[in-house]
Each structure stands twice: as C-alpha cells, then as structure tokens.
C-alpha cells in the first residue's frame, strides 16, 4: 500500500514535468551558489591555516627583535648556552626564475615537536643531504609546478606547507639569503628548563612574542570572504523562494489526489511520511545536482580570487580546488534542511485537513490585504532597526547585519508598495480593460510576491554593487594618478646595486626619489613605514585627506609623520597624535592620506628619519621623474648598463594598469555572482508565473467567455509581468541606493578602513532597468503562448458543472 | 429567427477515446422567446448552450445568428460576437473576483462599449444591489452573486441571455426568487433567453421547453 | 624534537638502511675511520673528538654520598654521531651532538637530554682548554697545562627537578681498555678505541627538587670512538664499571647476541695498571628481574672473575634507573657485596 501510495504521489510529477524541473532547477541553483562560496571560502581559510601552522607560530612563543629585523646567530648560541631551550628560523624572500618564493630556514634538530610538520628524517629527504649544499627545497605540489624548469636545488613535495613557501635547512637559506650568520626569529620549546638565566640578561635586545593565534592574514582577509558569504547566502535566500513557491503549488494541485488517498483508506501518518520521503529523495537529487554544480562553479571563480588574495593582500591561495566533504555535505544538508523546512508548514495544514476539504488552489493565492499589511509593518520595524545599528553599532558583523536589515526590510515592504501603485493605476485607469488590468494585477500579487521580492533583492543587490563598484573605480584611477606620478620606478637587487643605481641615474633624470620602507609591528599589527624625499612631486601630489599647514616641512625635517586612512581610523588617530617609532622615538601626526586597497596601515616619515632608525630597511626601490617622452629610452638604458630584469625597470602606465587589474579581478568575482543571483531571481519568477498559470485559467475564463480573445488575455500577461518588473525596478533604486551607501560609508571602513565618494550612475540602472524588463518579458512569454494558444474545450472545462 | 442551429455535432477526446456528446441537433430561438433545455447530467445540454453562444464551435452544422454562420468566425470575430451580442448566466457566476460589485456589474457591457448608466441604474435598483455596489464578490452570498452575474449579462442589453444550471447552487426559496427577477427583467431588454436545467419545475416557467437525451433532441 | 630524526642520528645513515643492532651501531662502517690494533693513543689530542669515527662518547659515572647521609648517583654523557667522515664548518657541520644526563635517588631516578648540530658552537669539545659541552651542560678541565688535561674537571649539567655542580679530581691515570686502548666488542672483531680516567674523587652539589645537598664521592670517566661497535647481531650490551674498597677496580662488560653473548673485562690495579682479561673470562648472570617503566630488566647480578676470584652481587641503588631519553636504557649507581665488597655504576641496553 507504501508503495502504490508513493507511485501515485509521484505521478504528479509525471504530469507536470516542468514544475518538477523548476523546483529541482531552483533548488540546484541555489545549493549550487552557496557550495562554490563556501568552498572557495573554505579553500582560503585552510590555505591560511597551513601558512599560520607553518613552523608553529600558532602554537609556540617565539623570541624576535622588536622591530623586526634580524638577530645574529650568535644570539641564538648565547641563550642556548644559558640553557633556553630555542630553535632558529630564518625567512625571507627570494626570486627562482621570475618565480617569487618564500624561503623558510629551520633546524630540523633543535625543532619543537610543535613545529615540525615535515618529517625530514623520512626515507626520500636524509638529514645528511638536507644539510649539505645544495641541500632540499621542500614545497607544496602546486608550488613544485610553478618552478618546473627553473634551476632550484633537488625538490621534495609536502602538501602540509602552503603554496609559495619552502623548508629548507637553516644553513641552506642562508646561503640562498644571502645572510650569513643571520636569524628571523627563535622558536621557543614550549617547556622551558626552571633555572635558566633570565632573557634580559642573555639576550637584551629581544622581545618575546605569544603564539599568533590569529594570525594576520586570516584577518585582513576576513572582509573579502564575509562578502562571498553574504552573497552565498542571498543567492541560497532567493533559491529557496523558488523551492517555496514550487512546493505550494504542487501541494495544492495535489488536494484532491491526497483527498482520495484518504478516502481510500491510506492513514494520514503514513501519507505525511511518503510525502516527507518524496521531499527528501527530491532535495537529495536536487542537492547533489547543486552540489556538483557549485563545485564546477568555484573552480571557474577560484583563480580569479586567488589572484585578488595574492595582490591585494600577499595571500597565497591555491588556484585549483581540492575536495573538500565537509563543505559538499553541508551544502546537501542545507539543501535538504531548507527544502524540508518550506515545506513544512504546508505540511502542517495537510496533517491538519479535515477528509473532505475541497481543493481550493484560489485560496493559496489569494491573501488579505491585512497580511500584507502586517507584513509591511514588520519591514518597517526592520528598516528602523537597520538605521540604528548602522548609527550606533560598531565592525564588520554590525554593518552587515544592517544592511541585512535593510534589505530584507525593504523586500517585505515591497508586496504591500506595489499593491499601493497598483491601487493607484486602477483609479486612475479610465477603460475596463485597464482597470480589469490593475485588479487582476493586485489579485495575483501574494502569489508573486516571493518571486517579486527576490527580484528586488537581486536588482537591489546589482545597482547596489554597481554603483559601489563604479564609485570605486572613478575614485581609484584618479587616485593612482595622485599616488603613482613618477615616470619610472626602479627595484635594485642589493644595496650595493641600489647605491650605484642610483648615482647613475641622478646624472641622467629629474630626480631620483627612493621608496625605502620597513615593515614594524605598532599598535599590534602590521604597519609599513616608509621613507620619502623632500620633493615637489610629493608636496603637489599626494592624496592628503587631511594635513597640518606645515606637514610637508615636517616630514622633510624628521619631525613629523604621515599616516594613512586606515592606520588613521582603526586607531582613531587626528592630527597631532604622537606615533611610536623605534628606538623610543615619538613623533606627532602631521598629516592623513588616502590609501586605497591597502589592507595594513602605513605610515610616512622623512627618509633620513627612516635609515636612522631602520637600519635593516629596504632600500632597493627608487621612483624616477624625468620627462615623458625620455623614459623609455632611460629604462633601456638602465636595464641595459645594470642587466636589471624587465620587472624590475618599470614604467608608471604599467603599474597602473597592473593595479587596476587586481582591482578588476577582484571585483570580477562580484560581479559573476552578481549576475548569476539575477538569473536565480528571474528563474523564480518565471517558476512562480508557471506556478500561477494553472489557476489562471479559472481565473480568466470569465473574462474570456464575455468576449476577451486569448490573445489579447496572453498580452495582457506580458504586460502585467513587465508592469511588475518595473514597479519593482523603481523600488529598487532607492534600495540600492541605500545599500551602495552602506557598502561604502559603513562596510568598506570597517573592512578596509577608507572610504570612497559616492556617485551616481544613472544609465548604470537604465541598463538594469532594460535588463530586468527582459527578464519579466521571457519569464512571462511561455506562460502567456500556452494561453493564447489553449483549446476552447479547455476554458470552457472552467464552467462545467462538476468540479 | 433570432438564432437557428441546424444539424450541430459534437464531440470531446477523452481518456477512453471521442466521445460523441451531440448527435445533429437542431432548434432555433427567437428574439424574447425563453427555451429551457432539460436533460440527464451527461446529455450534453451544457455543450449546447456553448456552442449557441459561441464559447466551442461546433464538428459539424452551422449555428446561424440572425442569419450567419457562427461557426465559420474566427477568434476575434467570436470574441466580438461574445461581447456584445451575448450574456452568459452560469451555475457558479463566474465573476471576477478582483473587480467590486459595480465594476462586476458594468463589466462586460463596457467591453462591447454598450453601457448605459440609466440602464444600469434601473438594473441596479430592481436586482436590489444599491448597498452592495462597493462589496467584492467573495464577500457575498450565493444568492447576491448570481443577482450580479445577471446583472452583468443584461447590462450591455445582449440580444441571447444563454443560462447554466443559474440556480444549481442556490437554495429553492432563492433560486425561484432569482429565476423570478430574471424572468422579469427579460421583456425590459427584448432579449432572448435559453436556459439549461434539470429542474422540471424550472423548466415549467419558461416559454418552450426541449429534451436531450443521449447527444439527441426529443 | 622529532622522534624520527633523533633515531636518525644514532641510525647514522645517509641513505635508508635497516637498523642494525642497538640503536644501529651494528650498520657498516661505510667510508668511516675503523680502529686498527697497534694504533698509540696519545694525549692530550685523543682527548679531543675524532671526526672520521663514527660515534664517539664521553661518558662520565659519579657514585655520591650526600650530607644528608643517602646514596646518590650522577651521569654526564656527551655522544658524538657522524652523518660523514669529515668536519665542515657551520651549519654544514655533519656532526650531531647529544647529552645524557641523569641523578639518582634512593626515592627517584632524573634524566634529561640535550640536542644540536657541531659547527655553530651549540655543543662540541674543544681541546686548550679541554672542554665537552652542548647548550648549558659543561664539562672543562681545570688542571694546568702541566698536568693532563682530565686529572681536574668540573661538570654541571641540570634537568627536570634535579641540577648538579661536581669537581673531580683524579688520583691515578689514565687507564687504556683491551690492547693499549683497542677494545675488542664481538667474536668477528668489531673494535673501538677505548680509555678511562676511573680514579676521580668527586665533591660538590646536587640539587633535587628544589633542595641542594652538599655530595662526595668517587668518579669514572670513559672516552669512546669507533664506527661500527656492534656485530650486526648484537642487541645491547650490559656495562659493569666497579670501585672496590680495596682499590681496585673492574670494567666489564657482555654483549648480548642470539647465543651466548661475548664478555670481556679489564682488572685495574690500584696504582693503575690495566690487566685486560681474555674474552669469556667474566662471567655475568642476571639474579633478579625487574619491571622498569614497561621494561624487562635484571637489576641483580652475579659476577665472576675466577682469575682474580672476584664473586660478587649486586644491588642498585634505585632499580627505577630508566634513562627517560629517545633511546632508552638502564643506567644507575650500584652497591657491590660478595668476596670484593665496593660500589660502582651498571649500564643496561637493548631491553
């Protein structure tokens, strides 16, 4: 009985073989975009993992310099001497054939166990041969690939380290180093001997650091994967619409089948199972579809976030994705979890039927006017709740949960909003077919609704991210005009080169200004500090926000310092702030610049300044002004005389286009899941249109009997399609309007600490304006043919007498 | 001869293959004559009265309007043909749920640009609707419905009033009174009622009365 | 520190092999030094480490009495293992160092380790002055230049809950094991070169958990070097080093192997004079077994040397004396009665 019961059921499906796919599409689709983002996410986090596990600096103390610069090996023999038990590393960067790699140097013997994630005793590496030159380049699969031909001393893959880093012996990196007796930092075991001399005493000049628990990366990349999120999450939201609308209708056709089943005899318990089976064998199906699909979906995303991780923030990602079960089954569970939980209450109101209860498909679409109202109301109390976080809350969770706010807020206003205009359009039309047209409209409106909200959302969503974007990139290329004015800029590859370089290009230029710059640790995190010349390039261009009146001589003096938006905001600096240095020094804020892009702080002092007190600096760039039309031949030249590889002669033009196109990629990957949450909305209209369709029939034989053509019923289809996009369409201006403000004034400061102007882009929405009314126009157009082209017999079926 | 079908065939695919519903039928009505059609449920009645007021055409035969073949119109001309010259009565009144009572009421007769405010005043009046013009139709009963959807179909003055079963969902204290308005109205508009039912007492009231039996007239 | 690689280094293999014997000190010799017969050992170089041998020691034994009236025992070893026959400076260095070292209580027996890489100046031995040291643990001569340099040494080393600070002195010389210092391990000939300093008087501190104890006593010192010690079907070894009243002293020792196992021992006079016994002269025989810390262990002998009529017994001080390090064995003091009555230090491998 299970079974035939079961078989009938199914049959629906059979029947309706588009509803079946609609609600399997939609499903797919949804499950589809929040697997790709949570796998891309979920590739990110366990790549920064590895590079945070990398010798256990998540997990041990370590022992450095307070500004990071290298100690001498004898430091490391004094305090083992004293009885530390400490391990050294050294690290540092270096290039193989074009190819950029961190070079990790450990000492395999001395090693806590905490650290060690490769096993260099193994059968394949020997510890003679990782210690004597040339010695072993331990490295990720992906990396080894990326150095294929290039010269590099006898490789061996280990997938615990992450792309772009390599283990070798601490001998052998300093060797490739080129800093002979020099260290990064000691790792300390974590159980230290009772009776050891105190570390003022041994080693003076260093600090000791808690494990990273955190580590840096994971949170500056924090922003970037919160947005893939939010937008899995919305693409999930409006799928499950689909789901929903899906469910219900074929829930109502099927009243008089489940009527029949229960006359019959089949006990309503067993009933509600199959009927929850059949839901779960769906889901499942729909799920794996999505699941498979989503997997397909991050592969093609995923290098181009790599890409935007590797320039914006030096995150090494991989490009290719791996298999990751525990993503792919949440995404099934999700699937199935949200299906079941749309169905739910329909469910409910089967279990709660009485026998008898006549199918009634115009009640499910038919819903008071007081719901809507109700339910207006509920969106505004979230749209108040939205300001007020925005006005008082504070981070990342905060602004995101206002923007939510807004949006779900504004979607639930919407169904009540276009009832309004529609109320409008009817007593202002003057013909009946007008006015017919604007009651019928309202009369579909709860049974669109869902799908109508989703399409406000995703339009939302669009013009909100578009105008975001657009604001973004008028501002940024104005910028990068301000910040990258010189001509040429130059990378030396020693001080030694740096110092020649440079005298032979004073000769021969403008002006030779050098970028040298350091990387410290202030206010607990990463701060880059550079050193600038005291030059009219900078005093005439530079992007300041705000400035004391004599900035520019104060940093020229070294008795000032610049700082940049985000160092500025995070540590609610103002001018005259006092900013600590090294060595003690203190000096007062005299000026804020626009940084844009930059995730770290950054902060400028005079260039004396910055050798004084950074030594170890980098001093290998130079920015180079000279007259436009010489500067090629002065990169010749320069490269020619030095042998300077191609990168490191570069061209202002170049940079610029190098940094617009990280900017490009990154905002690519918004704009793929942009484009794809529209296809998602417009499915769910022309799902929810399908989903109508059957009733509509009921619904328009009357006005067919008294002498409207199917033609002209089908038409009238169309229209009221296009007639709600568009409705839908003005709403969404000002939602996206306000979610392009959240997203620049409230969720791009806090998660990147600077923010852009807003503009705004008027045939930006033209264009989406167009584009949502051909989505309405195709979503209405099989629906309306099927109409116009039904048999007589079929609508005059509405008036037969038995139902 | 207001309307002659002459020899009308009909039939319906089904599951189990055609179902041959009229067998060459034939009557004619004239103009502010009443003819009820009395039947078995399944003799084929109600697709009599579709194809006499143009919703279905016909297999075979011609159903001439005032002397022209309407079985040969197309679509549009059908629909045309529906909008002014006829008014559909039907047992579940069939009106449109997004419109109030007043617009129900005007609705058709303003489609085939035929309305007459004095009329619909005076219809108004007599159907007893003055205080449910601004009512939606869920919002009314049985009896109150079918007053509209008469008052839909004699607005527009069509010159066929074609009614289904009109008081097969409404009580017999109801049905009479409704059947009693409608009958009253007729001679107002000159128009010309044919009515299905299988009420023999019903049938009685009208001005001739015919019998199908088996897709055959009797 | 990495297990793996620890095992590595006694495994001292540069290319993937099997273990051989205990802790691998049965693999081949391959491109090492070997000792031959007939070599002189001269000091004070051979004091220093032998870099074209493969494994090498310093091995020093103390037997204490405490102010406080108990018995106590102290180690200090310092192992030397080759990846290669030859000293490269810096971190290139192919040698690896490890430190043992232990202090046993009549209550509990401590023991530490110490690991690094020669070349940088963690751990090695250096010559004028002599010195043996890794991380913090020393072990430096502080006899003039006239003297040798391991008549006056003070070693200190500390661990969990236990520290100690020794000065030794030497009231004999330097003794040569086997054949002037050519000390044969197994039937097939497998050799070392071999000395002790066994005449050490020892004063100075320990501290056990938290509480310092002024100790005295006696000292031995060994300094081995070979390349391959072990017959490939060797699996430990049992170590006796013996102090009697008399003045004498024994150092013997049996190497375990699927038969019967080879002994050898050398009687040393109490003017220092060495008289190696032929192989098979001693005999040992395990009186007593012990359950320590997971192991089977004999921590009661019988020893007999019938050309010296030695029949002894002997009974540790703590039978818990289970070196808590990497590779692992059974060191501690032990108290000799029977016809040459005295105290001294057992060793214990391959269990």
Do not use: C
Not at chain 1, 58 to 77: F, H, K, N, V
Not at chain 1, 451 to 462: R, V
Not at chain 1, 536 to 545: C, D, F, I, V
Not at chain 3, 213 to 224: K, L, R, S, Y
């Amino acid at each position: 009985m299970l079974g035939q019961g079961f078989a009938v059921l199914l049959s629906h499906w059979r029947r309706h073989k588009l509803q079946f796919a609609m609600l399997v599409l939609g499903l797919a689709l949804a499950t589809a975009l929040w697997s790709a983002v949570q796998a891309i996410n979920g590739e990110a986090r366990a790549s920064y993992a590895r590079a945070a596990a990398v010798v256990g600096q998540d997990r041990l103390e370590q022992l450095a310099t307070p500004d990071g610069a290298r100690l001498p090996q004898s430091t490391y023999i004094a305090l083992r001497t004293a009885g530390w038990l400490v391990s050294p590393v050294l690290e540092g960067e270096k290039r193989f054939g074009g190819e950029r790699l961190r070079i990790l140097g450990v000492d395999p013997v001395t090693l806590p166990a905490d650290a060690a994630q490769v096993n260099v005793g193994a059968a394949d590496i020997g510890l003679q041969r990782f210690i004597t030159p040339p010695g072993v380049f331990i490295m990720s699969r992906e990396t080894a690939e990326r150095l294929k031909g290039i010269d590099t001393p006898p490789i061996r893959i280990s997938d615990a380290l992450p792309p772009g880093t390599v283990l070798t012996d601490i001998g052998i990196a300093q060797q490739v180093l080129d800093a002979p007796g020099q260290l990064s930092r000691l790792l300390l075991a974590p159980k230290q001997p009772a009776e050891v001399r105190p570390l003022a005493q041994v080693a003076p000049g260093l600090v000791r650091r808690a494990p990273a628990v955190e580590s840096d990366l994971s949170r500056l990349t924090d922003s970037f994967h919160l947005n893939l999120t939010a937008f899995g999450f919305l693409a999930f939201a409006v799928g499950l619409f689909i789901v929903h609308s899906a469910i219900g209708l074929a829930f109502e056709q099927r009243r008089p089948v489940i009527r029949t089943l229960r006359a019959v005899g089949m006990p309503l318990r067993a009933l509600i199972l199959l009927m929850i089976v059949e839901l779960l064998v769906l889901s499942t199906v729909a799920g794996l579809i999505g699941v498979a699909l989503g997997y397909g979906v991050a592969s093609l995303l995923l290098p181009d976030v790599a890409a935007s991780l590797r320039g914006l923030y030096g995150a090494e990602v991989p490009g290719t994705l791996s298999i990751r079960p525990s993503v792919w089954g949440l995404g099934l569970a999700i699937a199935v979890t949200g299906t079941l939980v749309s169905a739910a209450a329909r469910l409910w109101r089967i279990a709660s039927m009485p026998l008898l209860a006549p199918a009634r498909p115009r009640a499910w679409s038919l819903a008071s006017e007081r719901a809507l109202r109700l339910q207006a109301v509920g969106g505004f109390v979230l749209l108040v709740a939205a300001w007020l976080i925005a006005q008082f809350g504070a981070g990342l969770v905060a602004g995101f949960a206002a923007l939510g706010a807004m949006l779900l807020g504004a979607a639930l206003i919407l169904p009540l909003a276009l009832s309004l205009l529609l109320k409008l359009g009817e007593r202002l039309s003057q013909g009946v077919i007008a006015q017919w047209f604007w009651a019928d409209t309202r009369q579909q409106l709860p049974g669109l609704s869902l799908a109508l909200m989703a399409l406000l959302l995703a339009l939302a969503a669009n013009a909100g991210v578009g105008t975001m974007v657009q604001s973004f990139r008028l501002t940024f290329v104005g910028w990068l005009d301000q910040r990258l004015p010189s001509e040429l800029y130059v990378t030396t590859r020693s001080n030694d080169e740096s110092q020649k370089v440079h005298d032979w290009l004073a000769s021969r230029s403008d002006a030779v200004l050098p970028i040298w710059n350091t990387e410290v640790r202030m206010f607990g995190q990463p701060v880059q500090v550079y050193g600038i010349a005291d030059h009219a390039t900078y005093r005439q261009h530079w992007p300041m926000l705000e400035a004391a009146p004599d900035a520019w001589d104060s940093i020229a003096s070294g008795q000032g310092v610049l700082a940049n938006e985000q160092l500025a905001r995070r540590q609610k600096l103002t001018l005259g702030d006092m900013i600590p240095l090294d060595g003690g020094h203190s000096l007062p804020l005299v000026g804020i610049f626009s940084d844009y892009g930059n995730p770290k702080g950054q902060v400028i002092v005079g260039v004396g300044l910055l050798v004084k007190l950074y030594p170890d600096a980098s001093r290998l760039r130079y920015a180079v002004r000279i007259a436009h039309d010489k500067a090629p031949k002065l990169a010749e030249d320069l490269r020619g005389t030095f042998g300077l590889p191609d990168e490191n002669v570069v061209n202002q033009a170049t940079i610029k286009a190098f940094s617009l196109k990280i900017f490009e990629r990154t905002f690519a990957v918004t704009a793929a899941l942009n484009v794809l949450t529209l296809g998602v909305a417009a499915i769910a209209i022309f799902a929810s249109l399908l989903t109508l369709s059957g009733m509509r029939l009921s619904q328009l034989a009357p006005a067919w009997a008294m002498g409207l053509t199917l033609k002209r019923l089908a038409w009238l289809e169309i229209l009221r399609s296009v007639a709600l996009a568009s409705f839908t369409m003005l709403a969404a201006v000002p939602v996206g309007l306000g979610l392009a403000w959240m997203l620049l004034a409230v969720i791009n400061v806090e998660a990147f600490g600077w923010r852009l102007p807003m503009h705004v882009f008027p045939m930006d929405w033209l264009r989406l304006f167009l584009l949502a009314v051909a989505s309405a126009i195709l979503a209405a157009l099989l629906p309306a043919l099927w109409l116009a082209r039904r048999a007589p017999a079929d609508l005059v079926k509405v008036f037969a007498n038995e139902r | 001869m207001l309307l002659d079908l002459q020899d009308v065939s009909k039939s319906y695919p089904t599951g189990e293959g055609v179902l041959q519903v009229l067998r060459g039928v034939s009557l004619s009505l004239d103009a502010g004559e009443s003819l009820a059609l009395t039947g078995e449920s399944g003799s084929g009645k109600s697709t009599l009265l579709h194809l006499a007021g143009g919703l279905d055409r016909p297999d075979s035969g011609a159903i001439l309007f005032e002397g022209r073949d309407i079985a040969g119109l197309d679509d549009k001309e059908l629909a045309a043909f529906r909008r002014v010259r006829v008014g559909l009565v039907f047992q579940q009144f069939n009106l449109i749920p997004s419109l109030d009572v007043a617009a129900n009421l005007a609705f058709q007769a303003r489609l085939g640009g035929r309305f007459d405010a004095a009329w619909m005043a005076r219809l108004t009046a007599r159907l007893g609707l003055e205080r449910l013009l601004d009512r939606y139709p869920e919002q009314l009963s049985g009896g109150q419905q079918q007053r509209v959807a008469i008052g839909r179909a004699l607005a527009g003055r069509p010159q066929l009033i074609f009614a289904d079963e009109p008081t097969g969902n409404l009580d017999e204290a109801t049905g009479d009174a409704v059947l009693e308005l409608m009958m009253s109205l007729l001679p107002e508009t000159g128009a010309a009622l044919l009515m299905v039912t299988h009420s023999m007492r019903l049938a009685s009231r009208l001005g001739r009365r015919l019998h199908l039996a088996a897709g055959k007239l009797g | 520190m990495n297990v793996r690689v620890l095992l590595l280094l006694l495994l001292m293999m540069a290319t993937p092999a099997l273990a051989q014997g205990f802790a691998g000190l049965g693999g081949d010799a391959q491109g090492f030094a070997v000792p031959e017969r007939g070599v002189a050992l001269s000091f004070p170089q051979d004091h220093d480490a032998h870099p074209a041998y493969r494994i090498e020691w310093w091995y020093l034994t103390a037997n204490l009495k405490g102010a406080d009236g108990q018995d106590y025992g102290a180690q200090w070893t310092l192992f030397r293992s080759a990846l290669a026959p030859e000293e490269r400076p810096g971190w290139q260095s192919p040698q690896l160092w490890m430190g043992h070292a232990a202090l046993t209580a009549p209550q509990r027996h401590y023991s530490t380790e110490r690991v690094g890489r020669g070349g940088v100046g963690q751990a090695g031995v250096t010559l004028a002055p002599f010195s043996a040291s890794i991380d913090d643990w020393n072990m430096t001569s502080r006899a003039p230049v006239s003297d040798d340099a391991l008549s006056a040494l003070s070693i200190n080393a500390a661990g969990d809950g236990f520290s100690y600070n020794l000065n030794l002195d030497a009231k004999g010389p330097l003794v040569l094991q086997g054949d002037h210092g050519y000390s044969v391990k197994s039937a097939q000939g497998q050799a070392s070169f071999y000395y002790s300093q066994p005449f050490y008087e020892v004063a100075g501190t320990i501290t056990v958990d938290g509480k310092e104890i002024a100790v005295t006593g006696q000292a031995w010192f060994d300094h081995e070097w070979s390349s391959q010690p072990l017959a490939k079907d060797q699996t430990g070894w049992d170590w006796f080093s013996f102090r009697f009243a008399s003045g004498e002293k024994l150092m013997g020792f049996r190497l375990r192997d699927a038969g019967d196992g080879f002994t050898s021992a050398t009687w040393i006079a109490a003017d220092g004079t060495s008289e190696p016994q032929p192989p098979g002269a001693l005999t040992v025989t395990p009186l007593a077994w012990s359950d320590v810390k997971g192991h089977r262990v004999p921590v009661q002998w019988k020893l007999a040397l019938p050309a010296k009529g030695l029949d002894v017994t002997t009974v540790p001080v703590n039978a818990d004396a289970w070196m808590d390090t990497q590779v692992s064995y059974w060191e501690g003091p032990v108290r000799i009665a029977g016809t040459h009555p005295g105290q001294g230090y057992v060793e214990m491998t391959g269990y």
